[in-house]
Nanobody
Framework: QVQLVESGGGLVQAGGSLRLSCAAS????????MGWFRQAPGKGREFVAA????????SYTDSVKGRFTVSRDNAKSTMYLQMSSLKPEDTAVYYC???????????????????WGQGTQVTVSW
């Protein structure tokens, strides 16, 4: 496992942008899959996006395609989520997750990850 700390959340108007960061520490790694999930009040945890550490392969849930971009900086052990054209329905607590080393299963399945951050609030208003 690895320690994950999210940052960059906040309040933004609809149509605006935010960039979330997820800094990993506690272990060095060259292979991993990292992902972003979100949870809105009264709803379950939802997959948002994921990236593979070595080759940078990305995946997204349909509702954010074309608006969100996931990326990673291997040298900084940090994953990012650039969010644009934000909508009120994007309001949620955003969590980053990681599975170091060999990984399997769907990138969108929370059980595929074994490390989680504490979450950062994103609020989008009209």
């Amino acid at each position: 496992q690895v320690q994950l700390v999210e940052s960059g959340g906040g309040l933004v108007q609809a149509g605006g942008s935010l960039r979330l960061s997820c800094a990993a520490s506690g272990r060095t790694f060259s292979s991993a899959r990292m992902g972003w999930f979100r949870q809105a009040p009264g709803k379950g945890r939802e997959f948002v996006a994921a990236v593979t550490w070595r080759r940078g392969f990305t995946s997204y849930t349909d509702s954010v395609k074309g608006r969100f971009t996931v990326s990673r900086d291997n040298a900084k052990s940090t994953m990012y989520l650039q969010m644009s054209s934000l909508k009120p329905e994007d309001t949620a607590v955003y969590y980053c997750a990681a599975r170091l080393g060999a990984y399997s299963g769907s990138a969108g399945d929370p059980v595929a990850y074994d490390s989680w951050g504490q979450g950062t609030q994103v609020t989008v208003s009209w």
